[in-house]
């Protein structure tokens, strides 16, 4: 046995495939999210009639998924933490686009698009899990 495996596989093996596994969902996102920007900067520039050059909409496509990646992860995760929560919810997502009125009026209306198609049965659940927790003696 040489220096350089001192390992030998043990302990450190499944660490390194889940890593693995992590990297290329995270290349698969990154592939999709590239192609739906194309897609759609193509689609407009149609609409336009206009030509953009496949350099500079790989480009767009590239800045987009990093400032999603990057910078709107890192807000919306910075939310839902100064409101105590450990997960991400809409009003996270429209608090990131404050900046943008049109924006923050276009989630809004999504949100409650969302909220009117939410089964009538989750809520009921959710609020009757919340007396059950009240009435248990501790």
Known sequence: MDGGDVDGGVGGGGAFEKDEE??????LLRD???LSVISIANAEAKKLDMEVLEPV????ADLAFKYTAEQLARDVELFAQHAGRK???MEDIILSAHRNKHLTGLL??????????EPQTERKRKKSSKKEDKSIPR
């Open 32 to 34: 999709r999210f590239r």
């Open 57 to 60: 909409v790989a480009c767009v």
């Open 108 to 117: 809004r209306s999504f949100s409650q698009e969302l909220k009117g198609k």
């Open 87 to 89: 997960s991400v919810n």
């Open 22 to 27: 992590a990297e290329e969902r995270a290349e």
